[in-house]
């Protein structure tokens, strides 16, 4: 039973070195999945979209230090081209935790309405956590929103980007589709089984 709560109260603890020190992750490689489509695998598969002068990139997860090694990636791959968007499934924070590395990149962030606000108060908060190679942000971070669906698209492919709604995952779930190529990018949406396997008898209630 709870008797009392006190919110905001200040909290005395020690910080473990390994989260203070926060240590740089190893670098990542980016795998061709189509013409102008990489995916930067690891326990959060990334996706980078090669648009006409731009590169739009799928989820910043993690750390800001993550995210970095994620972005690294990618211009090695595309080199002349700035990342411009980063596309957030949602607000979990393995999904949102690079949020602050996007500021950095100079990146618009790209997610539901429903995260706007929560992500303005999360990003003017101090970084208090060393992360090599990132400085203090001193850019505004900058949106692009989704209601129920978001067309980005240029002479070289269309991104469509959709809100799944009803979802109890998460209530700001967005997914992203590449029609030209018939490709599906989505995060904690859907869980596939074994090549071969047939669909499970009772739908998950998350997917």
Not at 16 to 28: F, G
């Amino acid at each position: 039973i709870v008797k009392e709560v006190q919110p905001n109260l200040a909290i005395d603890f020690e910080i473990p070195d390994s989260v203070r020190q926060s240590s740089v992750p190893a670098p990542k490689k980016a795998v061709k999945v189509a013409d102008g489509v990489w995916e930067i695998p690891g326990s959060h598969n990334c996706v980078a979209i090669e648009m006409q002068d731009h590169i739009v990139v799928v989820e910043a997860p993690l750390t800001d230090g993550t995210a970095v090694a994620v972005f690294a990636a990618v211009k090695r791959e595309i080199p002349n081209k700035p990342i411009r968007y980063v596309v957030n499934t949602h607000h979990h924070i393995d999904h949102a935790g690079g949020l602050r590395a996007v500021v950095d990149e100079g990146a618009t962030i790209v997610t539901h309405a429903l995260n706007k606000p929560l992500y303005q108060a999360y990003l003017a908060a101090p970084r208090t956590l060393a992360q090599a190679g990132l400085a203090q942000a001193k850019q505004q971070a900058v949106f692009k929103i989704v209601d129920d669906k978001l067309v980005m698209s240029d002479a070289s492919r269309s991104v469509e980007i959709h809100h799944v709604r009803g979802n109890d995952h998460a209530e700001d779930l967005i997914m992203v589709y590449l029609p030209g190529e018939k490709l599906l990018i989505e995060g904690d949406a859907f869980t596939p089984g074994p090549p071969n396997s047939p669909p499970p008898a009772q739908a998950d209630a998350f997917a």
